[in-house]
Every structure is written in structure tokens, then in C-alpha cells.
């Protein structure tokens, strides 16, 4: 029986999306209408009112309307990138909402109710997300018709799965996730029954799909030694490679050595063989993908050198994501690790955020549990305001748990300042030199003639319960506010320091 009002779970993945759903206390996942539990994060648009999600729009991807399809747009959520279809240009947040109301259409069926019933849920983010990629996930899902929605970091979905939900105890976690396009690092403290989250971290760059690729490459330079035929250039022929390295990577954690055949129905050539083949170890793919691992280990020893954390401090290791079901990556993370730390294999770590989100969903119903539970996050970037000299004044530092409110009060830098600018910026590091991400600016005009040092500015920054950022300037003549709430696209604008622009601000 369907509850009044379902709260599901929600995994917006990089490469493949997932939405769960608590019966009798036990989450399941979903299947789609082909039965399958994961749906591919991919967008085939027939007209502007019309688009296919999932398998459908995947397997046209190199067909006659490919330019008509968008694949993944979580990579861009929240910055500045537009798709252009047919003369429309679409965010990916507008992507987004289409993969969200197909996975509501799902579950909808699923639970054989009407779409419009289900309006909770819980969506999970990466812990990196900044507060214009939230933002963007937020707006996406109130678009497709969520109105009560919570976002909730993927790693403590993963900790949830793994049953820490009601810990007795304190843990000290790292949860390692490696999808399809993206490995995402997480070192969470549990302590009281409250996770706390003391660095995250992470690689575009070392997910699934770059194993396929690894593989796909060494395949075609095989194929091309017995039948002559370039694969890497020709786009058809390239992508069907991906996909047979794909499945050959999968068959490989499963089994020590398999074999790779394609067919070959190319008319005259000289052997008159009809497909090609080579076999393929799990060991020779290792090899072939060694790049590939050197780039997780940098990428988790990174989160442990910026965290201030040695690997000795973890006592848990939880894998999640698909790619994590390699043999390889448990071999390098006991590596890593000294031998007493634990690595948590749930065998279907692909799953491991729905299921975590789901759960949290079932505990929509009861929101003192749900708050009682205090999913504390911490800002994942240091926020803060460009000062006269064009360095960061750090207002909220990197690793502060949200929600929170932070009054600090500037000045002017000059005598007689008729204007100051707010410029709000955000950063990984803050040390002299290093990047920011302008968030945007208020400025102050028409202030009254003083002296360098005189007008008193407040300025309050607010982190709400979604990570979202709301910066408040004090006017100094009339006592009025001026804010500003960073929107979808307004980062994404890097700045390389020193790039002097002289803000008229000083901190008092
Ligand atoms: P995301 O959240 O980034 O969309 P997922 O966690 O769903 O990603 O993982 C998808 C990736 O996992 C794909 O690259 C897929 O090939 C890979 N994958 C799934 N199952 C296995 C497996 N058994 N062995 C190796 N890789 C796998
Ligand atoms: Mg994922």
C-alpha cells in the first residue's frame, strides 16, 4: 500500500540516476520500465515539449539526431554552461528537472498513484557542491513538482546505507566513491548520533568512464593491428568500443580473464574472418589503466593533506559507486590504509546513495527524527569578501557546519569614499596568489563624506539549512540591507589573484 504523500529518494548521478522508496521499513530501489534500477542521466529531446530520459536517449546518441541529445548535465549544474537545442538554449538545471520528472514518473507508476502526488523527497548532492550548484539542484527540483524537498550530502547517504544511522558509538569515515564520471572523497566524523563532514575532495577525471576509455583505446590499437581499420577516428566505431570496453570492465570484477569479440562484416578483407577477438586479463587491465589509479591515489591523499588528516586516522573505509566494485581499487585503498582500518564492501555500491537517500525519505514523515538527526554539513570552499587589496577576507572558513549566520564589520579604505564593493568570493585555498570564484557583488553608492575609517559596514552572511549563501550589506546613510543570494550561473567566473581591483573595503 502506497502512503499518502510518498517521500522518495533521489540519486541524480553523473552517469546514471536512481530513485528509492521505503517499504515496511526496508528501501528498494525503483526499476524503470525496462526493469532496470538504474536510468542513464541522458536527455533525447523530439521537440520542446517532448524528450526521451534514460536507455531510449542513450542508444541514439550517435544516431541522426544526435545533436538533439544532452548526456550528464550534472557536471554543469550551477555554472554558466548552456545546451543548444534546435534554436533553444536549455540550462542544465532545465536538464536536470527533465531527469527528475521522469524518475518521479517512475516511481509514480511504480506506486500506482498520480505524478502530482508525490511532492517530497530527498535529493542527494555531492558534498563538494557549492552554494550556486545547490542552489540549482534546489530550483531543478521545484520545477518538477517537488515542494518539500531536502538536500542531503551523498556521502552521508553512503553512511546511511552502511547502517550508521543509528550508531551508538563514534566513527571516523571515509567514504569513497567512485562513479561513472567522477571519484568523490569524503573524511566523515560520527560522533553522537550527528555526522560531520571534515573534508571532501575529488577528481573529474578518474571515474568508470575513464577506465573504458583506457580500455576502449588499448582495444582499438589490437583491432587496428589485425584488420587495418582506425576505430579511434571514426565516431560509430569508437562508441561501440566504449561500450564493449564498458562491459568488458564489468565482466573483469567478476572474473580473472574474459574474451572481447566484435564483429567485423567488412566485405574483402584479407582474412575473411567475420570478427575480431582478444583476451583480456584482469591483470593486463590494471596495467593498461595504471594512469588511472595513480590518479585516485593522488586524489585521495589530496583530501588527506588538504584536511590536515593522516589515512591512520580513519577507522572505516565505505566503498560507494559503481566503478568501486573494481578489484583494483579495494587492492589500492589496502594499500593506503594501514591493515587494521576496515573497508566496507556492500556489493552493489552503485546503490549505496539511493538506498541512503531513501531511508532518509521514510523519515520525512517524522521530521523531530529527521532534524533530531542533524545532518551537519560544513561548507565546502572558504567564503568570504575580496578586500581593497584583492585578497580574500575569509568571513566563513572551509569546514564550518551550516546553517549559520556571521556578522563581521568593515569600513571604508579611503577618505571620502563615495562607493564601496561588496565582492563575495569563494575559494579552496587561501593562501597568497591562489584562485577564487567571484559569487557576485552588491555595491554601496552614495555613501555620506567621512573619513578613511569611519562608516561602520556590517556585513552578514547566512548559510541556510541547503548550503545556500545570502550575503547582507548594511547601507551606511540610511540603515538599509542590501543582499544578495548567490543565483544559478553567477559562479563559474574565475579570477586569478593578484588582479587589484580596488573594492574601497577594509576590515575594521
Ligand atoms: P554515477 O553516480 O557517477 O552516475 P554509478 O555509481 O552509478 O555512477 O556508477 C557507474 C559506473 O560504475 C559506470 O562507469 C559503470 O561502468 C561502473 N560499474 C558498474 N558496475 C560495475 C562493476 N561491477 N565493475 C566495475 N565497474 C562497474
Ligand atoms: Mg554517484
Not at 28 to 39: A, D, F, K, Q, W
Not at 84 to 94: A, D, L, M, T, V
Not at 207 to 218: H, Q, T, W, Y
Not at 452 to 472: H, Q, R, S
Amino acid at each position: 500500500m502506497a502512503q499518502a504523500q510518498p517521500a522518495i529518494g533521489i540519486d541524480l548521478g553523473t552517469t546514471t540516476s536512481k530513485v528509492g522508496y521505503v517499504v515496511k521499513g526496508t528501501p528498494i530501489i525503483l526499476p524503470n520500465e525496462r526493469g532496470n534500477l538504474s536510468t542513464p542521466s541522458v536527455v533525447a529531446f523530439r521537440d520542446h515539449q517532448t524528450a526521451w530520459v534514460g536507455e531510449l536517449a542513450r542508444n541514439l546518441m550517435l544516431g541522426r539526431d544526435r545533436e538533439k541529445i544532452v548526456a550528464y548535465p550534472k557536471r554543469f549544474i550551477g555554472t554558466d554552461k548552456r545546451y543548444k537545442i534546435e534554436g533553444r538554449e536549455y540550462s542544465p538545471s532545465e536538464i536536470a528537472v527533465i531527469i527528475l520528472r521522469k524518475l518521479k514518473n517512475l516511481a509514480a507508476r511504480y506506486l500506482c498513484i498520480a505524478e502530482n502526488e508525490i511532492r517530497k523527497a530527498i535529493l542527494t548532492v555531492p558534498a563538494h557542491f557549492n552554494d550556486s550548484q545547490r542552489l540549482a539542484m534546489l530550483k531543478a527540483s521545484k520545477l518538477a513538482g517537488f515542494d518539500d524537498i531536502k538536500l542531503v550530502s551523498e556521502p552521508v547517504a553512503v553512511a546511511v546505507a552502511h547502517g550508521y544511522l543509528e550508531h551508538p558509538g563514534s566513527e571516523r569515515m571515509l567514504v569513497f566513491d567512485l562513479g561513472g564520471g567522477s571519484l568523490d572523497v569524503t573524511l566523515i566524523e560520527l560522533h553522537d548520533g550527528s555526522f560531520y563532514i571534515k573534508g571532501t575532495g575529488g577528481s573529474d577525471s578518474a571515474g568508470g568512464i575513464f577506465f573504458d576509455r583506457a580500455l576502449a583505446g588499448f582495444l582499438a590499437r589490437r583491432f587496428e593491428e589485425l584488420c587495418g581499420i582506425d576505430f579511434i577516428n571514426d565516431p560509430v566505431l569508437y562508441q561501440n568500443l566504449i561500450n564493449i570496453a564498458e562491459r568488458t570492465k564489468i565482466d573483469l570484477s567478476f572474473v580473472e580473464e574474459t574474451e572481447v569479440l566484435f564483429p567485423y562484416l567488412i566485405p574483402g578483407n584479407k582474412n575473411k574472418k567475420s570478427y575480431l577477438n582478444v583476451r583480456v586479463s584482469r591483470s593486463h587491465f590494471e596495467r593498461i589503466t595504471s594512469e588511472n589509479y595513480q590518479e585516485i591515489r593522488n586524489t585521495v591523499m589530496d583530501v588527506f593533506k588538504r584536511s590536515s588528516i593522516v589515512p591512520g586516522w580513519v577507522s572505516r573505509v565505505l566503498l560507494a559507486g559503481g566503478a568501486s566494485r573494481m578489484p583494483g581499487v579495494r587492492k589500492l585503498l589496502s594499500e593506503i590504509f594501514p591493515p587494521g582500518v576496515r573497508i566496507e564492501d556492500p556489493g552493489n555500491a552503485e546503490k549505496s546513495v539511493v538506498l541512503g537517500a531513501s531511508v532518509l525519505a521514510g523519515m520525512m514523515y517524522n521530521p523531530d527524527k529527521l532534524s533530531s538527526l542533524e545532518l551537519k554539513n560544513v561548507t565546502s570552499q572558504h567564503l568570504g569578501l575580496e578586500d581593497n587589496d584583492g585578497e580574500m577576507i575569509v568571513i566563513i572558513p572551509r569546514g564550518t557546519p551550516y546553517p549559520l549566520e556571521v556578522t563581521k564589520t568593515f569600513t571604508t579604505a579611503m577618505d571620502n569614499e563615495s562607493e564601496v564593493i561588496i565582492h563575495i568570493i569563494q575559494s579552496g585555498d587561501t593562501d597568497k596568489g591562489s584562485r577564487y570564484q567571484s559569487l557576485g557583488q552588491i555595491t554601496l553608492k552614495g555613501l555620506p563624506p567621512a573619513r578613511a575609517g569611519e562608516p561602520n559596514i556590517p556585513v552578514t552572511f547566512v548559510v541556510d539549512e541547503y548550503g545556500v549563501l545570502k550575503v547582507m550589506a548594511m547601507h551606511p546613510k540610511n540603515g538599509k540591507y542590501l543582499e544578495l543570494t548567490t543565483k544559478v550561473g553567477q559562479g563559474g567566473k574565475i579570477a586569478t589573484k593578484p588582479e587589484r581591483r580596488g573594492t574601497g573595503l577594509r576590515v575594521v
